[in-house]
């Protein structure tokens, strides 16, 4: 699960980054702050993840959950005609997802090590 933590590392990145790589920092605070929030939580996660021993499930399906807040204010942005970053939200989203859907998957079909 460590070594797919580092896709989240990436997506939390480009998530902070895209508002001005995209251009929509300045004219859009509010979806600024939309992606930053997410991405910041995914860095976070992810970070703790790769620190700690074990791969906490709990902290991957919080990950999941921010996957599925990008899906959702994906079709916000959608509705406020802001596609370029409705795209990107979505996009990211859904790559998220699939991070956490192939993690978990490898995660459950290890053998528990004992101590």
């Known amino acids: ?13 480009w998530l902070m980054a ?3 790589i995209l251009g929509y920092a300045a004219s859009r605070p509010i979806v ?15 970070c703790w993840i790769l620190v700690t021993r074990g791969a906490p499930l ?3 399906w919080f990950q999941a959950l921010c996957g ?3 899906i959702i204010g994906s ?9 370029h970053a409705a795209l990107n939200d979505l996009l990211v989203g859904m ?15 290890e053998p528990p090590r004992l101590a």
Request: zero cysteines; hydrophobic letters at 65%; glycine letters at 8%.
């Open 95 to 109: 790559l998220v997802l699939a991070v956490y859907l192939v993690a978990t998957s490898a995660l459950l079909r």
């Open 32 to 46: 600024f702050v939309g992606d930053i929030i997410p991405g910041s939580f995914l860095l976070a996660t992810s």
């Open 18 to 20: 895209s508002p001005f």
């Open 58 to 60: 709990l902290v991957a």
């Open 75 to 83: 079709v916000v942005l959608l509705v406020g005609r802001l596609s």
């Open 1 to 13: 699960m460590k070594h797919l933590t580092w896709a989240d590392i990436v997506l939390g990145g």
């Open 68 to 70: 599925l807040w990008l």
